[in-house]
């Protein structure tokens, strides 16, 4: 097989079972209804949509196969067209894990509601933190989206609509739109990360703008996701970090938010924290932030976080914050000298006295780590209901048979329709070589980014007028 006719897997995004998070600060959109989430099934009292709870089967065991084999002649190299057993796989496209974004969508309507553009950034800054958070230790990698794949999703619940389409398959690229019922904002961007295999680790470099827009302050938010690397991804128990710098500009009034993904550092004392602050467009700071993209996210004012860490230098004060829920070092003895040791859990976000809670992660299902560790808006990204079909286009990520085949245990089935699919779509493009055309997208062209001035692809519109006639057939 040339290198033309090769088929990406991509690895992607990599998140517990276990959440610090005591309580949800997921509140629903005023004016919207409610969603009871304790039981599942179409629809409940007052016609509340119910979700489910629960996926069909429980997650295949990876103990019987090597990802060695596969990687090991791959050290350095960009991991974009290795092929990987259906074994390492989740049963969600990259279009659904891209809809995770959503799951804390509450901080873009309060952002909307607020009338100072401090408070707004505030809130913006912890949806960019909250969008990353579902990677907490998600060892599975999503299924790679097949040219011309789709994938919807509509939360009445929540405030938003979101469609998103795969738009390029040489070099892979996912572009999705949202938007809130109540027309508070539009959210958008183009997904491409660049992941290499170090060996011992396998790291995703973000490529691509993401793009807020909040309609009733005429504002526009723009920034790019951190780097995930997922370690031992040979031998040892698998363990995940981000870091880098994220920089949010307000392009309506020139601030900056500048967030520091800390990397673990020596004895993991900084894994899983995130430092910055706000400042205008003359760079002077007006707010600190702190916290971890796992747990939590506070803020508070330059003076108070400037005192507190000089007494805390002097040693003024003491620590008085608790340790996390199963702290003690992970065990590495499967091979010394292949894996890297899993970071000692440190002690919890420390709050400073007079900060503000910007943010905290939801808890996770019971049965999360049976259910690959999703969260309980992940677990009904799949679902499909009865009559759905009918509304759907063809080519939704719902109707790909390899992954409802693994969500509901059948990993022989999954692995056949993989197969299956791959050839079709190698095929589906020899045809076109053949023919000499071009593929065409449905929902989303290549253009610049308003705001930025970068490559980006925008959406086309008229998704949601159902007109699914042309689709192609790519299942």
């Not at 899993?342 to 943010?359: D, F, H, N, Y």
């Amino acid at each position: 097989m040339n290198g033309e006719e090769e088929f990406f897997d991509a690895v992607t995004g990599f998140d517990s079972d276990h959440s610090s998070g005591g309580f949800s600060e997921t509140s629903p959109v005023p004016g919207m209804i409610d969603v009871d989430t304790s039981r599942s099934g179409k629809s409940g009292e007052n016609g509340i949509q119910k979700h489910r709870t629960a996926l069909p089967a429980p997650m295949f065991t990876r103990s019987d196969f090597s990802v060695w084999s596969i990687l090991k002649k791959c050290i350095g190299l960009e991991l974009s067209k290795i092929t990987m057993p259906i074994a390492f796989n989740e049963p969600l496209s990259f279009l659904q894990r891209i809809t995770e974004y959503m799951e804390h969508v509450y901080l873009i309507h309060r952002a909307s509601r607020q009338s100072q553009t401090l408070e707004r950034m505030q809130s913006v800054a912890a949806f960019a933190v909250s969008a990353v958070a579902s990677q907490w230790e998600r060892t599975g990698k999503p299924f790679n989206p097949l040219l011309g794949e789709t994938y919807e999703l509509i939360r009445e619940d929540l405030g938003f609509r979101f469609i998103s389409e795969q738009v390029s398959h040489h070099p892979p690229i996912s572009a999705f739109y949202s938007e809130g019922l109540n027309q508070d904002f539009m959210f958008h961007g183009s997904i491409y990360p660049k992941l290499k295999f170090w060996g011992k680790s396998v790291e995703a470099e973000p490529r691509g703008t993401i793009t807020l827009e909040l309609l009733r302050h005429n504002e526009a938010y723009t920034w790019t996701n951190p780097t995930c690397c997922v370690h031992n991804v040979i031998l040892g128990q698998l363990w995940i970090e981000q870091y880098g710098t994220v920089e949010i500009l307000n392009h309506s009034t020139g601030d900056k938010c500048v967030l520091n993904f800390k990397p673990c550092g020596l004895f993991g004392k900084e894994l899983h924290r995130v430092e910055g602050h706000i400042q205008d467009k003359n760079k002077k700071k007006l707010f600190m932030i702190y916290g971890k993209w796992t747990e939590c996210l506070w803020g508070i004012d330059p003076a108070s976080y400037e005192s507190f860490k000089k007494q805390e230098r002097r040693g003024d004060h003491p620590r008085k914050a608790r340790l996390n829920p199963g702290s003690e070092k992970a065990d590495s003895s499967v091979d010394g000298d292949m894996a890297d040791d899993m970071p000692v859990a440190q002690e919890t976000v420390q709050v400073i006295p007079g900060s503000k809670l910007l943010w905290r992660i939801n808890s996770r299902p019971p049965h999360s780590a049976q259910m690959y560790n999703f969260t309980s808006f992940t677990v009904s990204l799949n679902e499909l209901e009865a009559g759905m079909e009918k509304t759907l286009p063809p080519t939704d990520c719902r109707l790909r048979p390899d992954i409802r085949g693994m969500e509901n245990g059948n990993m022989d089935l999954a692995s056949q329709e993989k197969e299956r699919l791959e050839e079709k779509q190698r095929e589906a493009r020899r045809e076109r070589a053949k023919e000499e055309t071009e593929w065409r997208t449905r929902w989303f062209y290549p253009g610049d980014n308003p705001y930025t001035g970068t490559r980006d692809w925008l959406y086309a519109g008229d998704y949601f007028e159902r007109n699914f006639s042309d689709c192609p057939d790519i299942y």
